[in-house]
């Protein structure tokens, strides 16, 4: 890992464990994109690829072609207006109205570490980790504009993290009505774009097309990252795969509206581009004053998606999650929210905690419905105090029964909204986001508050603390459940509209950054209507986010690959839930919900009361086998094997421990077939030479045909001894026979002996 300059070639090269980022200074000005790709030992002749020698193009020798020039230079922080008809990163409007801006090189810095980001959340260092800053300073001196291009890299982890500044040193307002976050020019043929996409509860579905000329997007408008599309971006090389082809990806740190596009132009190459989406945004920056864009990672990988989702794995692990509870096991939840709904009072919460403490689980979570005069979803958002009519003696009481009944509390709040029916909206018509005079747009019967406003955040803020302090409470569902319409805040000047989106994210980031200091204990969940706000940016503030609405396991393999490609499991909120499922109406065993729910951070979210004994019995068995891997899900690589959204017949994963010592594969049958033979799953990232002892298997069955099960065992989920060579699982692979009905599921569990 490392950064260096080269004076006399005017070149920058980055180095991280596997790949090299190589940056060049032309004329001492324009700052382009040379190379990003493996890592290379030396970077003699890089230079080249920047083409300056080709005619007429060199600005110094030849002004008069500077515009082709700048039409077809691979500018690393791209702007408009002079001559470079491709996507910019930068738009600034001056008092006089004029855009023109064009970034010079002045000087650059080397920095050892890697700095915070006031007011937002970023990647660090972490104790002891090594990581190095190159600060590229450039500046328009026409409008007084200086741009800090930052890019950082650490010792252990393969990324490269870009986020910019910008800093008004002239005398007259500037407004900036653009301002991305990164840029990258690629080179090659045929590439593919790949994204993430969905809606409300089904979220986050690999999405792949060609990538053309012409441009092609990712976004959201919405106030949030979104269920739609995800601020992530990856182009890839003609027929990329888990384990083969070339990637570069970038994913936004940020939880607000995002841009990310992809341009192929007339000479093939193609600009990404991402950033805070540029409609509705602008910024009035006074003289002296700066602005921060959010982060941007950068992923190569040279072996396909499986190394991009480790590399970001990994990277998340350690340099972007601090919550106490991202080494630690977090505690097994049963939610009320499918068991109930708003229908609820103290006694049947401490029914399902009786219940569940039977069955080994270890929290109570309960969710909407608890305050104000709240029964259902239109009324009391903002009214945060306890309905004693369902919970007499209020919190202290309730939490007092969960505890002796032996499981601790977790709560829902939704702070960010309020409902027009409550005395909060009564008292503070102004608090939310709308437009004076206009009709504000309802969603779910609530409206969106201001937290641009200092006196917004802090009034939330006091209400979330005061119910924390009320009782003992170790956890927090924060959900939102709402996006946003009618843009205008009452505290804003005219000029300064165009900011309340930012401001908006910067107030929610604020309130999670006071909660997880005055509570450091306290485990934070993000929830957005499911995974309606699920980025990078949320992660800084909870270890874990809920991962979707849709809670059926066979729904849930599609949508935790696509979470998987880029997070760990340790941050994908998944839990088993009552059958029919209550969104699809589908049945599913109860063990595949079980493994399902084992590749996230495992819980419950049904009426434990209401379940057979056989049932609970299941359970108790969840419960341990969660016991026994949370630690490999939660420390280990994650391996895709299969796909269900590929191939329409399996799914399958696999965790392996950082050393190769264990592996946990999990296989889902999700439809049978007539005539079938057995299917060989070859696992991935073993030690070939190594002898590898199957240690535990389960079984999951359809429930139609309890007597087929895998390899004809009948009512013996598990066995264990038998001894398989690390190349034979990984080249020849192990044969999985075909079972009678749909959604079966298996677990096995290898041992390096
Ligand atoms: C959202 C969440 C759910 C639940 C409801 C409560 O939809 O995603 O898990 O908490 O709100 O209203």
């Not at 969905?198 to 579905?205: D, F, I």
């Not at 029914?351 to 305050?371: P, Q, T």
């Not at 939310?432 to 406003?453: F, G, K, M």
């Not at 109860?590 to 004994?613: C, H, N, P, V, W």
Request: aromatic share 10%; charged share 25%; hydrophobic share 35%.
């Amino acid at each position: 890992m490392g950064i260096s300059f080269y004076e006399k070639e005017g070149l920058f090269q980055l180095d991280t464990k596997t790949t090299t980022y190589l940056i060049g200074i032309v004329d001492g000005a324009y700052v382009g994109h040379v190379y990003y790709g493996k890592r290379l030992s030396g970077c003699q002749g890089a230079c080249a690829l920047l083409r300056i020698g080709e005619p007429p193009f060199v600005p110094s020798k030849n002004e008069r072609e500077k515009a082709s020039f700048a039409d077809t230079f691979p500018f690393e922080y791209s702007v408009w207006g002079v001559g470079d008809y491709r996507e910019h990163s930068l738009l600034v409007r001056t008092e006089q109205g004029h855009r023109v801006c064009e970034p010079v090189y002045v000087s650059h810095r080397i920095l050892e570490g890697k700095p915070g980001l006031p007011g937002l959340p970023a990647t660090f260092a972490g104790k002891g980790g090594k990581a190095e800053t190159l600060e590229i300073i450039c500046k328009d001196s026409w409008i007084g504009l200086k741009i800090i291009l930052r890019y950082s890299v650490f010792e252990d982890a393969d990324a490269v993290i870009r986020s910019v500044q910008l800093i008004n040193e002239g005398s007259e307002k500037l407004y900036v009505e653009r301002a991305l976050s990164a840029c990258l020019e690629i080179e090659g043929a045929g590439f593919e774009m790949l994204t993430l996409t969905g809606s409300w509860a089904r979220e986050r579905t690999v999405t792949r097309c060609p990538l053309t000329y012409g441009r092609l997007s990712v976004s959201s408008v919405r106030g949030c990252s979104s269920h739609q599309e995800h601020p992530f971006l990856a182009v890839t090389t003609p027929g990329t795969t888990q384990e083969q082809g070339e990637v570069y990806a970038m994913h936004f740190v940020y939880s607000g509206n995002f841009l990310g596009l992809c341009e192929k132009s007339q000479f093939d190459s193609v600009r990404m581009v991402m950033g805070i989406h540029p409609e509705g945004f602008e910024w009035v920056l006074e003289p002296e004053a700066s602005f921060q864009t959010p982060e941007v990672v950068c992923i190569y990988s040279d072996r396909g998606l499986g190394k991009m989702s480790r590399i970001l794995h990994d990277l998340y692990r350690n340099h972007l999650i601090r919550s106490p509870y991202l080494h630690r096991k977090r505690p097994v939840l049963i939610n009320n929210w499918e068991a109930t709904y708003f229908d609820f009072d103290a006694d049947k919460l401490v029914e399902i905690a009786r219940e569940a403490k039977k069955a080994g689980i270890e929290m109570l979570v309960m969710d909407d419905g608890w305050f104000g005069r709240r029964s259902r979803d239109d009324s009391s958002l903002g009214d945060w105090y306890v309905n004693e009519e369902k919970l007499p003696g209020g919190l202290p009481a309730l939490v007092e029964r969960i505890k002796e009944e032996g499981l601790s509390f977790g709560i829902w709040f939704e702070p960010e909204m309020v409902s027009p029916d409550s005395e909060l909206y009564r008292a503070h018509p102004d608090w939310i986001i709308r437009i004076p005079e206009r009709t504000p747009t309802q969603s779910r019967a609530q409206y969106v508050l201001d937290l641009s406003r200092g006196e917004v955040v802090d009034y939330v803020y006091q209400c979330v603390a005061d119910i924390l302090y009320s009782a003992d409470i170790s956890y927090v569902k924060w959900d939102m459940n709402r996006q946003q319409t009618d843009l205008g805040s009452a505290a804003l000047s005219g000029e300064r509209q165009g900011e309340l989106g930012h401001r908006y994210i910067l107030g929610v980031y604020e309130l999670q950054e006071r909660l997880v200091r005055e509570f450091p204990e306290l485990l934070l969940e993000n929830c957005a209507s499911g995974g309606g706000r699920f980025d990078p940016g949320m992660l800084y503030y909870s270890p874990q986010i809920w991962c979707s609405d849709d809670t059926d396991a066979v729904e849930r393999l599609a949508i935790q690959e696509g979470t998987a490609m880029l997070y760990p499991l340790s941050c994908i909120g998944a839990h088993v839930s009552a059958c029919p499922n209550h969104i699809t109406g589908r049945v599913t065993p109860f063990g595949t919900r079980g493994l399902a729910a084992l590749a996230g951070t495992f819980g419950y979210e049904l009426d434990i009361t209401k379940l057979s004994a056989e049932e609970k019995e299941q359970i108790r068995e969840q419960v341990g086998m969660y016991y026994r891997y949370q630690e490999l899900i939660r420390e280990g690589d994650y391996y895709r094997i299969a796909s269900w959204r590929e191939n329409q017949k399996y799914d399958c994963w696999e965790i392996v421990t950082k050393d190769g010592s264990e592996v946990l594969a999990t296989y889902v049958q999700v439809l049978a077939g007539a005539n079938q033979k057995s299917r060989r799953i070859r696992l991935k990232g073993l030690d070939a030479e190594a002898v590898y002892m199957l240690a535990e298997e389960i079984f999951s069955d359809s429930q139609e045909s309890e007597e087929q099960s895998f390899g004809g065992q009948e009512e013996q989920p598990k066995r264990t001894g038998k001894k398989y060579s690390g190349g034979v699982l990984m080249y020849g692979g192990i044969s999985v026979e075909p079972v009678k009905g749909d959604y079966a599921g298996r677990l096995l569990h290898f041992i390096r002996s």
